[in-house]
């Protein structure tokens, strides 16, 4: 899927209601790299420890491939394993509506984003992060939404201090074969039970002259759907 229909069937998905299965999956060979090649996206509350776990399976290793270093934060590369929401940004400390809500599991050896956990930006980790669509990306590209000079949006507290609507929560990712799942903590899950989500496998990158828009979506390498409808619904574990 090319960066402007993924925006647009984005945009699309997250402002209808979709209803559909739980689970998402993905037939093999969408995308050139069996790493970031989904065959299943999910989902699923936890209501008995008010978590929440986002789970992806591809075809290969997950995680096995990860950016080159270049040295520099401008121009820097990101890879990722990420799940779009109907969730509202509200829900982890954004102001209301402020954009598409995803979580990210992410690798970026040229720079750290993690500075209040003990990890680094060439481990995988997690983020939340807002999403909206930017031409300066790219024509019909996503970005993750800048914070301009000025501005004081509401933040969640592990805010990374970059003007970016990201947050850096320190839920560790686990990679087990071809899987990684991540485990998030609510306080009250049952607002996120049936919540829409879809799975996605992109590559992200640092503005070349490092100033906004900051950090675009400039390679969709697989998206679980093929048309990010956003089908999936969050189930409760058991059910």
Request: one cysteine or more; hydrophobic letters at 45%; proline letters at 7%.
């Amino acid at each position: 899927m090319n960066k402007n229909l993924f925006s647009i069937a984005l945009a699309l998905a997250c402002a209808s209601g979709v209803a559909g299965a739980h689970e998402v999956t993905a037939k093999k060979g969408n995308a050139k790299q069996p790493a970031f090649d989904i065959v299943k996206t999910d989902i699923r509350v936890d209501a008995a420890k008010n978590q929440v776990e986002f789970a992806m399976q591809v075809a290969g290793k997950a995680g096995s491939v990860t950016p080159k270093k270049t040295g520099k934060f401008a121009g820097a590369d990101v890879f990722s394993y990420v799940w779009p929401t109907k969730i509202d940004p509200a829900e982890v400390g954004f102001d209301k509506g402020a954009g598409i809500l995803a979580l990210a599991v992410t690798i970026h050896p040229d720079f750290d984003d993690t500075p209040l956990f003990n990890t680094t930006g060439k481990d995988w980790h997690s983020h939340w992060v807002v999403l909206g669509p930017d031409d300066a990306c790219g024509k019909g590209a996503l970005k993750v939404m800048d914070i301009p000079q000025g501005a004081k949006p509401k933040l969640p507290k592990t805010w990374p201090g970059v003007p970016l609507l990201i947050d850096s929560p320190g839920y560790a990712p686990r990679f087990a074969g071809n899987a990684v799942t991540v485990r998030v903590p609510f306080d009250d899950v049952s607002t996120l039970k049936g919540a829409a989500f879809d799975g996605v496998t992109a590559g992200l990158r640092v503005n070349a002259s490092a100033h906004a828009p900051l950090l675009c979506v400039v390679n969709v390498f697989d998206v679980a759907s093929g048309d990010l409808s956003l089908p999936g619904k969050a189930n409760e574990t058991g059910s």
